[in-house]
T-cell receptor, first 111, second 111 residues
Framework: DGGITQSPKYLFRKEGQNVTLSCEQN?????MYWYRQDPGQGLRLIYY???????QKGDIAEGYSVSREKKESFPLTVTSAQKNPTAFYLC??????????FGPGTRLLVL | GQQVMQIPQYQHVQEGEDFTTYCNSS?????IQWYKQRPGGHPVFLIQ?????EVKKQKRLTFQFGEAKKNSSLHITATQTTDVGTYFC???????????FGSGTKLNVKP
């Protein structure tokens, strides 16, 4: 099965804790993206990566970090510096046809 | 900076009525994409428009890209309950690696 997966589906974060959201794709796509979606709102870009070992800040990168050590993987860490992390996090990948394929998402909640 | 505005925010229609959502960009776009997100789900790609004045149809859905490549619309004829969800546009400003999403239009269809 080809696709993009995210885990976990739900994640709970305590105050002052860093948490990492997983995103894996087996579509052989070069570009990968992380978006944040708040209730009733659109998608805001956190980070994106065009190629392995390279990534760029999006519009709301503060309090987040990423890595791209492998083509298939683009994990997102929500650090303690992100004061309002409760949201739905969506990972996407894109091949040469420009279509973005989204994973099922991770809902992050603060305890 | 780049902005993509989308209206209306919500639309409630009776099954069989038509529905339209509009996107406007503050700058000229190289292309625009449309996505549908079902309740509790993730965005799914519908279509991409590239050419000035382009019109594309998918069954009951009609997509248009303005002559100036700054606006776009999605029209659904004779809505069905399966059309329920949030429709997003995403504009790309001659940078294939970064997309700006509209805030979405949430469509509710009453049977």
């Amino acid at each position: 099965d080809g696709g993009i997966t995210q885990s976990p589906k739900y994640l709970f974060r305590k105050e002052g804790q860093n948490v990492t959201l997983s995103c894996e794709q087996n579509l052989n796509h070069d570009a990968m993206y992380w978006y944040r979606q708040d209730p009733g709102q659109g998608l805001r870009l956190i980070y994106y990566s065009q190629i392995v070992n390279d990534f760029q800040k999006g519009d709301i990168a503060e309090g987040y970090s990423v890595s791209r050590e492998k083509k298939e993987s683009f994990p997102l860490t929500v650090t303690s510096a992100q004061k309002n992390p409760t949201a739905f996090y969506l990972c996407a990948s894109r091949g040469s046809l420009e279509t973005q394929y989204f994973g099922p998402g991770t809902r992050l909640l603060v305890l | 900076g780049q902005q993509v505005m989308q209206i209306p925010q919500y639309q409630h229609v009776q099954e069989g009525e038509d529905f339209t959502t509009y996107c406007n960009s503050s700058t000229t776009l190289s292309n625009i994409q449309w996505y549908k997100q079902r309740p509790g789900g993730h965005p799914v790609f519908l279509i991409q428009l590239v050419k000035s004045g382009e019109v594309k149809k998918q069954k009951r859905l009609t997509f248009q890209f303005g002559e100036a490549k700054k606006n776009s619309s999605l029209h659904i004829t004779a809505t069905q309950t399966t059309d329920v969800g949030t429709y997003f546009c995403a504009g790309n400003q001659y940078n294939f690696n970064k997309f700006y999403f509209g805030s979405g239009t949430k469509l509710n269809v009453k049977p």
